[in-house]
């Protein structure tokens, strides 16, 4: 998922705070008949990475005006989107979305891809998964579709036994007895600061360097090229009402062929997105699919 929370002590920025007036219009360029009054806005969880601004340009260039949102929470984008603030949005996967939809009762719909990425177990105590010593502390996050994902990465290791072999539904509740490892879940914005207390821990991609780490330190990643890994594909998320847009489907297609703004993306990644054109109709079958495994787990 894309970018960060908050640090331990930060609260959460009223919607009247974050989300400013519109004024301008967005104008015409290859928007055709769906220029909107204003500009279109989308929410993200990490704005100050550089390449935003240069989406901004070159959406503007193309006769789109943007504006970007930040929030500093996960929670807040989707309702945020639902209640009409946001246009679109960008920063989460298709699990987190599914279940975002299936637990609020919404329809959000994904209207393009942008990345895959490496979800990484770092450590400042031990160089290697093996050093971590049997009865240790790892750290996860406690959100629903993360927890699982680092789950199966604590597994892929070694450092854990899941029940039935685990699941994208996996939780803590799933780890078997005599694992080597025992594991905490925290929010996810504090795995990171955590690691002075913990052997190790999951991290999100988004707080890896706020942690003052390099994506190169993970002592271990899952692999996001792997066909199994569509359920995290990032997406820009809209209402349902939006799905086919146009000019929704224009600015998705400046994200994903501007060499500037991929460049830009893979450099706030540290080189570790795996860049994604997924189509349209895969998406929603994806988020789909994923909604009804959720619905039939609970």
Excluded at 117 to 130: F, K, R
Excluded at 138 to 147: F, G, K, L, R, W
Excluded at 205 to 222: I, P, Q, R
Excluded at 264 to 283: H, M, N, Y
Aim: glycine share 8%; net charge negative.
């Amino acid at each position: 998922m894309s970018k960060r929370l908050l640090t331990a002590a930060a609260l959460a920025l009223p919607l009247t705070l974050l989300l400013g007036a519109c004024a301008s219009d967005a104008g015409s360029g290859d928007a055709g008949d769906a220029a909107q009054d204003g500009p279109v806005r989308i929410g993200v969880v990490g704005a100050g990475d550089p390449y935003w601004e240069t989406y901004k340009e070159a959406a503007a260039d193309e006769g789109i005006e943007v504006d970007i949102v930040d929030f500093t929470e996960y929670t807040q984008p989707n309702p945020a989107l639902s209640a009409g603030e946001l246009d679109l949005n960008q920063f989460q996967h298709i699990i987190y979305l599914a279940t975002y939809n299936v637990n609020a009762g919404d329809d959000l719909v994904a209207v393009g891809s942008t990345a895959t990425y490496p979800l990484g177990l770092y450590s400042t105590q031990y160089d290697s998964v093996d050093d971590i010593p049997e009865g240790a502390t790892v750290a996860v996050p406690n959100d629903e579709s993360n927890q699982a994902r680092g789950l199966l990465v604590l597994q892929a290791q070694g450092l854990i036994e899941l029940k039935d072999g685990g699941t994208v539904f996996s939780t803590t509740a799933d780890v078997e007895p005599g694992s080597k490892v025992k594991v905490e879940a925290l929010d996810a914005a504090l795995t990171a600061t955590s690691l002075p207390d913990v052997a190790a821990a999951i991290i999100n991609n988004d707080f890896v360097e706020d942690a003052g780490l390099k994506f190169d330190d993970a002592l271990a990643t899952d692999d996001p090229s792997d066909p199994s890994a569509q359920p995290y594909i990032n997406i820009f998320a809209a209402k349902a009402e939006d799905a086919d847009n146009p000019t929704y489907q224009k600015l998705v297609e400046i994200f994903q062929d501007t060499q500037a703004v991929t460049d830009g993306l893979q450099e706030a990644s540290g080189g570790s997105a795996v860049l994604v054109k997924t189509p349209k109709d895969e998406l929603a079958s994806a988020l789909k699919q994923v909604e009804d495994d959720i619905r039939a787990n609970q």
